[in-house]
C-alpha cells in the first residue's frame, strides 16, 4: 500500500463546474496535510493546509479532513482554465517528513 | 521574502558523469530537502537536512549520491557517477517546520 495514495486522472471538468480531487493516507499518526499545484515544467506550489477535521475555505479551494477515514480532499469552486494543472497531495508523517502522492492531472475544459 | 534558489535549472550529462546541484534556502529556515521527480511521478525525499545535520537519508542512493549542508545554509547534491535512470527533476525545498514547504524552480538533469 502506498503512503500516499492519488487518482492519477485524468480527470476533466467543464469550465465553472466544482472540481473534486481526492487522497487517503496509509499513516495514521499524521499531523498535516497539504495540497500543492504544480504546472507543468514548473515547481510545486502550497495551495492548501489544513490540520484538523472538517473544512477549511481559501477563496475558490475547499480543503476537507477526515482523520478517521484517513481521507483528505480539495475542492475548486468555478474551475478555470488556469487551474488546469497536476494536483500532488502531501502528508506530515509521524516520521516528521513530508510523502507526496503520485498526483492528479486536472485538465479544465472551456 | 527571497525564495529557494538553485542552479543550474538545466543541464545534460552523459552517463558515468557527474553532476552537482546547489541550493541556498530561505534565509533563516532551519530545515531543507532535497527531492527526486521522475516525469508522471510526485517527488520523491531524497534526504532532509535540519541545520547541518541530516535527518532522514533513507532513500538516498549512497553509492552514488551525497549531498552536504555546510554551516547549516546552502547545500549541495551530487551524482557519480549518474546513469540514465537518474533524469529527472531534483527539487530542492525549506522550511520552518510542519507547515509545509516552499519549492525551488528545480534542476532538470537529462543523462543520455
Known amino acids: 500500500q502506498k503512503e500516499v495514495e492519488q487518482n492519477s486522472g485524468p480527470l476533466s471538468v467543464p469550465e465553472g463546474a466544482i472540481a473534486s480531487l481526492n487522497c487517503t493516507y496509509s499513516?495514521?499518526?499524521?499531523?498535516?496535510f497539504f495540497w500543492y499545484r504544480q504546472y507543468s515544467g514548473k515547481s510545486p506550489e502550497l495551495i492548501m493546509s489544513?490540520?484538523?477535521?472538517g473544512d477549511k475555505e481559501d477563496g475558490r479551494f475547499t480543503a476537507q479532513l477526515n482523520k478517521a477515514s484517513q481521507y483528505v480532499s480539495l475542492l475548486i469552486r468555478d474551475s478555470q482554465p488556469s487551474d488546469s494543472a497536476t494536483y500532488l497531495c502531501a502528508v506530515y508523517s509521524s516520521a516528521s517528513k513530508i510523502i507526496f502522492g503520485s498526483g492528479t492531472r486536472l485538465s479544465i475544459r472551456p | 521574502e527571497a525564495g529557494v534558489a538553485q542552479s543550474p535549472r538545466y543541464k545534460i550529462i552523459e552517463k558515468r558523469q557527474s553532476v552537482a546541484f546547489w541550493c541556498n534556502p530561505i534565509s533563516g529556515h532551519a530545515t531543507l530537502y532535497w527531492y527526486q521527480q521522475i516525469l508522471g511521478q510526485g517527488p520523491k525525499l531524497l534526504i532532509q537536512f535540519q541545520n547541518n545535520g541530516v535527518v532522514d537519508d533513507s532513500q538516498l542512493p549512497k553509492d552514488r549520491f551525497s549531498a552536504e549542508r555546510l554551516k547549516g545554509v546552502d547545500s549541495t547534491l551530487k551524482i557519480q557517477p549518474a546513469k540514465l535512470e537518474d533524469s529527472a527533476v531534483y527539487l530542492c525545498?525549506?522550511?520552518?517546520?510542519?507547515?509545509?514547504?516552499?519549492f525551488g524552480s528545480g534542476t532538470r538533469l537529462t543523462v543520455v
Open positions: 499513516d495514521r499518526g499524521s499531523q498535516s
Open positions: 489544513i490540520y484538523s477535521n
Open positions: 525545498a525549506s522550511s520552518l517546520g510542519r507547515n509545509g514547504y516552499t
